[in-house]
């Protein structure tokens, strides 16, 4: 997401060769504007952006740092909403209901699935209504998804109400003591009466403490006009984009502040539940703008990588002790992390590298064939790496249904990785580990 407008971002930047030259800023401003509409970011949007920044420039002096500086500080703003809240606000008396509103084909039931898992990670309490008792097999879509991901699910059989089922979600989540309760509600093709009427219904009876839209990042503005509309009919706190992964352009994201007046609170970065997080402008500004957004990446870790375990395992690679189950551990672990070029263009001046791993998948056909392999390991053989004399790679290789070649590709893989987390976790090791990535930054 954000490429198009990070590499136009260098090409009106380039503009400002000298400083205080009136002509090369003209010139600066009108790329950024072309940038921006290419990007799918609204017109009037566009129009009031470049002339902050404009305003900025003829203020102060003229140049490339302050080209830059002028153009963050006003992404960011431009990117909150007034009195917009960020991430997930719980409501001082739990549990805290959500209900999720949308046209049919916007990612409305994955996406209350991820929100779930999302509060899950967090150590919260969820329970998931489905309501959505229009459109065939929605509720069963649903209860799959929680089943695979241990999310508490809650539907009546045979009930025909939305209302109802809502009314008995609320008294199941009292009871239960959940910190939240999330509704799945119905979509429909186009806003029509009875959908909203739906809606009203259920929050009239609920009194919902957040109203979330769910907008499809890849239909552009016509996302944001529906949105309008919901919001107008029901008074949305906040907008999820989806496929935001997808949307090379992100300009709708841009809009949703400035043109709805409603913070973007969450986006999905991928098909995995893993894959979403919260939406905070001044760090995505940072990633617009080349610089990473370390604060995000270092917050969804937290929540995933347990601080026992990870020194545990820092001790082990130190050693050189590192084995097969610590490997699988952390692999899974890593998983849960969700999409992988996400993650990495996370980190600051990989932007580049991110595009290049825009295929990766931590579930492909390459995992699948090292799990095998793994598995075919005896426990020994797992936590002691040193024991695979050729016989032993025979007999793995034979139960993983590949060659041995493929096998010792993957045990000298291993070995050189193990080596150098080895490095990387010694004396000056960070230090080596900054020096490479500051050689791997990409200039503006």
Same mark, same amino acid.
């Given at each position: 997401?954000?490429?198009?407008?990070?590499?136009?971002?260098?090409?009106?930047?380039?503009?400002?060769?000298?400083?205080?030259?009136?002509?090369?800023?003209?010139?600066?401003?009108? $790329?950024?504007?072309? /940038?921006? @509409?290419?990007?799918?970011?609204?017109?009037?949007?566009? *129009?009031? !952006?470049? +002339? =902050?920044?404009?305003?900025?420039?003829?203020?102060?002096?003229?140049?490339?740092?302050?080209?830059?500086?002028?153009?963050?500080?006003?992404?960011?703003?431009?990117?909150?909403?007034?009195?917009?809240?960020?991430?997930?606000?719980?409501?001082?008396?739990?549990?805290?209901?959500?209900?999720?509103?949308?046209?049919?084909?916007?990612?409305? $039931?994955?996406?209350? /699935?991820? @929100?779930?898992?999302?509060?899950?990670?967090?150590?919260? *309490?969820? !329970?998931? +209504? =489905?309501?959505?008792?229009?459109?065939?097999?929605?509720?069963?879509?649903?209860?799959?998804?929680?089943?695979?991901?241990?999310?508490?699910?809650?539907?009546?059989?045979?009930?025909?109400?939305?209302?109802?089922?809502?009314?008995?979600?609320?008294?199941?989540?009292?009871?239960?003591?959940?910190?939240?309760?999330?509704?799945?509600?119905?979509?429909?093709?186009?806003?029509?009466?009875?959908?909203?009427?739906?809606?009203?219904?259920? *929050?009239?009876?609920?009194?919902?403490?957040?109203?979330?839209?769910?907008?499809?990042?890849?239909?552009?503005?016509?996302?944001?006009?529906?949105?309008?509309?919901?919001?107008?009919?029901?008074?949305?706190?906040?907008?999820?984009?989806?496929?935001?992964?997808?949307?090379?352009?992100?300009?709708?994201?841009?809009?949703?502040?400035?043109?709805?007046?409603?913070?973007?609170?969450?986006?999905?970065?991928?098909?995995?539940?893993?894959?979403?997080?919260?939406?905070?402008?001044?760090?995505?500004?940072?990633?617009?703008?080349?610089?990473?957004?370390?604060?995000?990446?270092?917050?969804?870790?937290?929540?995933?990588?347990?601080?026992?375990?990870?020194?545990?395992?820092?001790?082990?690679?130190?050693?050189?002790?590192?084995?097969?189950?610590?490997?699988?551990?952390?692999?899974?672990?890593?998983?849960?992390?969700?999409?992988?070029?996400?993650?990495?263009?996370?980190?600051?001046?990989?932007?580049?590298?991110?595009?290049?791993?825009?295929?990766?998948?931590?579930?492909?056909?390459?995992?699948?064939?090292?799990?095998?392999?793994?598995?075919?390991?005896?426990?020994?053989?797992?936590?002691?790496?040193?024991?695979?004399?050729?016989?032993?790679?025979?007999?793995?290789?034979?139960?993983?249904?590949?060659?041995?070649?493929?096998?010792?590709?993957?045990?000298?893989?291993?070995?050189?990785?193990?080596?150098?987390?080895?490095?990387?976790?010694?004396?000056?090791?960070?230090?080596?580990?900054?020096?490479?990535?500051?050689?791997?930054?990409?200039?503006?």
């Amino acid at each position: 997401m954000f490429e198009f407008i990070s590499e136009s971002l260098k090409s009106a930047v380039n503009k400002l060769k000298f400083v205080d030259d009136e002509k090369a800023l003209k010139n600066a401003l009108d $790329t950024l504007k072309k /940038a921006l @509409l290419k990007a799918d970011v609204h017109h009037k949007v566009t *129009k009031e !952006l470049v +002339a =902050a920044v404009e305003a900025d420039m003829k203020s102060g002096t003229i140049g490339q740092k302050q080209f830059l500086d002028s153009i963050k500080k006003n992404l960011t703003e431009f990117l909150e909403a007034p009195n917009a809240s960020a991430g997930f606000i719980f409501a001082p008396k739990p549990p805290t209901v959500v209900l999720m509103s949308g046209l049919q084909g916007g990612g409305k $039931t994955t996406s209350t /699935a991820k @929100l779930a898992n999302y509060l899950k990670t967090r150590n919260k *309490k969820v !329970l998931i +209504a =489905a309501c959505d008792l229009q459109r065939l097999a929605a509720v069963e879509q649903l209860r799959q998804l929680c089943e695979a991901n241990e999310l508490d699910f809650f539907s009546i059989a045979g009930e025909s109400s939305a209302l109802n089922v809502a009314k008995a979600a609320l008294n199941k989540a009292k009871e239960g003591l959940y910190d939240a309760l999330i509704i799945d509600t119905a979509g429909r093709l186009a806003i029509d009466e009875a959908l909203m009427n739906e809606l009203k219904e259920i *929050k009239d009876a609920l009194s919902p403490d957040e109203i979330f839209y769910i907008a499809d990042a890849m239909s552009g503005q016509d996302a944001l006009k529906t949105a309008a509309s919901f919001n107008e009919a029901l008074g949305i706190t906040g907008v999820i984009l989806t496929k935001f992964d997808a949307d090379a352009k992100g300009g709708i994201a841009l809009g949703v502040a400035k043109q709805l007046g409603v913070g973007l609170r969450f986006v999905g970065i991928g098909e995995k539940v893993a894959d979403f997080e919260s939406f905070v402008p001044e760090r995505v500004a940072q990633r617009i703008m080349g610089e990473g957004d370390l604060a995000t990446l270092a917050e969804k870790a937290a929540h995933v990588f347990d601080e026992k375990t990870a020194k545990e395992v820092s001790k082990k690679i130190k050693k050189g002790e590192f084995n097969f189950d610590d490997f699988l551990a952390q692999l899974e672990s890593v998983k849960k992390l969700g999409n992988v070029q996400n993650l990495i263009g996370m980190i600051p001046g990989m932007q580049g590298m991110a595009s290049a791993l825009k295929d990766v998948d931590l579930d492909g056909g390459q995992m699948k064939y090292i799990k095998a392999m793994i598995s075919s390991m005896t426990p020994k053989e797992r936590s002691n790496p040193s024991l695979l004399n050729n016989t032993r790679k025979r007999r793995i290789a034979a139960g993983a249904g590949l060659d041995q070649m493929q096998v010792n590709r993957f045990l000298k893989q291993f070995e050189n990785a193990a080596k150098l987390a080895k490095k990387f976790s010694g004396k000056g090791g960070m230090q080596a580990l900054s020096s490479m990535m500051s050689q791997a930054r990409i200039p503006h």
